[in-house]
């Protein structure tokens, strides 16, 4: 299911997303990187995650969005450039990235085999991709997402392909030494701003009536103190075989 960035989705998820240092972590101890690196993030949207890679490790970033209205809103910068393009179709040549990665981007791709197959096409052999994702009993357990909007989960679970599925999918592209991690993460929230401006895609699959619900419940409960956030998710590596390539 592919998410349509309209100018208000697009403004709300640039004002309240930020980029995971958990994902930038991940990324930096699996994959070493410096500024001879290329890495291409797939879904950049504003281009948080990208960015922050830049700044962490001095590689020479690219970002992919199909979105006009995300891609207006993303930063520009010298090390890094954000082009128009989607997980299916990545405007590269062959063999030219080092590192490829998405954060939450794979349950809008409409074919999760033509990307791998495609991904495994602009990467270099001995690179590595990675695919962060939930698993479905993260959907079900996020907090507080699933504990104030339950039907957000319930749609979530639909459009979410499954890590086995995803693993399966890189298999059959050609993708080697493939791996999944899991990291979780618990804090706390003091502001309901993101929830109430949508900044999550889920909340833009349910109804107005459970929405509001929802929001009542958890502004109520904010005004008694913090609430639980956690933040889970897998991350599925692959790697494009070193020796005999078998893209063109």
Excluded at 114 to 133: M, N, Q, Y
Excluded at 221 to 240: C, H, K, Q
Aim: glycine content about 6%; some cysteine.
């Amino acid at each position: 299911m592919r998410m349509d960035y309209d100018a208000l989705a697009a403004e709300a998820y640039a004002r309240n997303r930020r980029a995971s240092e958990h994902v930038i972590t991940e990324l930096r101890t699996f994959c070493p990187l410096g500024p001879s690196s290329r890495v291409l993030e797939v879904g950049c949207g504003t281009a948080n995650h990208i960015l922050a890679l830049i700044e962490a490790t001095g590689c020479v970033g690219w970002g992919i969005e199909p979105s006009e209205e995300m891609r207006h809103r993303a930063p520009i910068r010298g090390q890094l450039t954000i082009c128009e393009g989607s997980a299916e179709s990545i405007p590269f040549e062959n063999d030219f990235f080092n590192l490829q990665f998405s954060v939450n981007v794979i349950h809008h791709v409409l074919n999760v085999r033509d990307h791998f197959k495609e991904s495994l096409r602009v990467l270099k052999p001995g690179a590595w991709i990675c695919t962060f994702t939930d698993s479905t009993d993260m959907i079900r357990r996020r907090e507080p997402l699933s504990r104030y909007w339950p039907l957000s989960a319930e749609a979530d679970i639909g459009r979410y392909p499954t890590v086995d599925g995803l693993l399966d999918a890189m298999r059959e592209a050609g993708f080697e030494n493939l791996t999944r991690r899991e990291i979780r993460n618990v804090s706390h929230i003091t502001d309901s701003t993101p929830y109430r401006e949508k900044a999550f895609s889920c909340l833009r699959l349910v109804d107005d009536s459970h929405f509001k619900d929802g929001l009542l419940k958890l502004e109520a409960d904010l005004r008694n103190g913090p609430v639980l956030r956690t933040s889970e998710f897998v991350s599925i590596w692959g790697a494009v075989p070193a020796i005999g390539s078998s893209h063109p």
